[in-house]
């Protein structure tokens, strides 16, 4: 497996300000990925964290409000922007340690974001 | 109808019961299936994987898919307080690439 780490573990923010949450793994990665966990619920995916590249979004989630950073194999960020109550939830980043091999994906402890 | 159904409980059971989790499908085409555990504010943990249909097992811990049903389970033995948790069914494959499926999670409780 591997060592996934976040930051912040959790935080409490103001409607319309933007926090940005860091995703660190201990190996060069392909994939890693970006879920949204809502309280009681399963795990959504936002995007597919691209090295070099674009994000590529799933329906529902779009650049402006969620941009993502990948700047090399080991690290990424998401950014929830003009945040409100709803974007409340557990943000969860996860990674793929061997290309094509999503039955072997390892996730992070998760963000826990509380907007009041 | 959502791709993956699961149960999500709570299922309250005696320490020492087995115990039996289950999803149900509707891609024929998914070729990988996945067991998470999360414990209480923390990240789904990879459990164990099976491709395709069959058993596998480890330790207390057996997975059980039947394609032809559409239906996976975890089997869990001589289950125990620390096994308390939400246990997620997720599934990979055509057409979604690299991207998991997952169900909405059973929450587990074994009392002592």
């Known amino acids: 497996s591997a060592v996934i780490s976040q930051k912040p573990s959790r935080d409490i923010c103001q409607r319309g300000t933007s926090l940005t949450i860091q995703c660190q793994v201990d190996?060069?990665?392909?994939?890693m990925f970006w879920y949204r966990q809502q309280p009681g619920q399963s795990l959504t995916l936002i995007a597919t964290?691209?090295?070099?590249?674009?994000?590529?979004?799933e329906s529902g989630f779009v650049i402006d409000k969620f941009p993502i950073s990948r700047p090399n194999l080991t690290f990424s960020t998401l950014t929830v922007s003009n945040m409100s109550p709803e974007d409340s939830s557990i943000y969860l980043c996860?990674?793929?340690?061997?290309?094509?091999?999503?039955?072997?994906?390892?996730f992070g402890p998760g963000t826990r974001l509380t907007v009041t | 109808q959502k791709e993956v159904e699961q149960d999500p409980g709570p299922l309250s059971v005696p320490e020492g019961a087995i115990v039996s989790l289950n999803c149900t499908y509707s891609?024929?085409?998914?070729?990988?299936f996945m067991w998470y555990r999360q414990y209480s504010r923390k990240g789904p943990e990879l459990l164990m994987y099976?491709?395709?249909?069959g058993n596998k097992e480890d330790g207390r811990f057996t997975a059980q898919v039947d394609k032809s049903s559409k239906y996976i389970s975890l089997f869990i033995r001589d289950s125990q307080p620390s096994d308390s948790a939400t246990y997620l069914c997720?599934?990979?494959?055509?057409?979604?690439?690299?991207?998991?499926?997952f169900g909405a999670g059973t929450i587990l409780r074994v009392k002592s």
């Open positions: 996860s990674v793929e340690l061997r290309p094509n091999t999503p039955h072997e994906q390892y």
């Open positions: 190996s060069q990665v392909t994939m």
């Open positions: 964290a691209n090295q070099g590249s674009e994000a590529t979004y």
């Open positions: 891609n024929s085409a998914f070729q990988y």
């Open positions: 099976t491709y395709s249909s």
């Open positions: 997720a599934m990979s494959g055509p057409p979604y690439g690299n991207k998991l499926v």
